[in-house]
C-alpha cells in the first residue's frame, strides 16, 4: 500500500498568514494526488486535483504544487472560514489512500 | 444539482449485518465510478471500496476483503455496501462519493460526497 504522510498534524496561524501542508508519498505517484478540506460534522470538500488543478469554485489562495513523492498546498492568506482539517489523498493505486490530516487552528 | 444520500446506517452488534444504501441524483449515475469512504469517530479518512460504471471492477481496502460486497443499481441510480462480520473496528460515518469524470476507465479522486451515516458496530 502507498504510505501517505502529512506534516504538521497540527498548525496553529492567525488570519492572514501564509500556510503551508506537506504531504509525502511512500512510493512515487507522479501527479496523482488531491487534497481535501473537512470541517468538523460535514463531508470534505475537493480542493486541488492533480497535484495543482484548483477545482472550481474553490478560493484562488489555495494552491497545490509538486510530483513524484513530495507535495505541498499552500493557503496564501488565510481566511477564517479555512479553520478546517486537510487531507491528501493518493490515486495512483489501490488501495486508495489519505495522509492523516492536518488541522488548521486559530493562533 | 449533484446529490448523494446515504441511508441504512445504525446500531449492529459484533458479528452482524448492514447493507448501506447511496442514492444518487443529478447526474448521469452509470457513467460514474463510486466509491464508499469512512471516517471512525474522530479519526481520519479511510478508503473502503470503489465500483466502475458498469459494476465489472470492484476494489477494496485490504481490512474489509471477504466481508464487505460493494454494488450498484443503474436502473435505481443506487450505490449499496453490504457489510457483514462487522467489528468494532467498522464503526464509523461511511460516505459515498463520486468520481470526477464522466465514462473514465479509470478511478480517480472525489469532487462529491454525500453527508454520510453513522454505522455503530457495538454489543
Redesign the interface.
Known sequence: ?IQMTQSPSTLSASVGDRVTITCRASQYISS?L?W?Q?KPGK????LI?KASSL?SGVPSRFSGSGSGTEFTLTISSLQPDDFATY?C?Q?NG????????TKVEIE | EVQLVESGGGLVQPGGSLRLSCAASGFTFSSYWMTWVRQAPGKGLEWVANIKQDGSEKYFVDSVKGRFTISRDNARNSLYLQMNSLRAEDTAVYYCARDPVFGSGWSYYFDYWGQGILVTVSS
Open positions: 500500500d496523482w488531491a481535501y473537512q463531508a470534505p470538500k475537493l486535483y477545482e487531507y489523498q490515486y489501490y488501495p486508495r489512500t489519505f495522509g492523516q490530516g
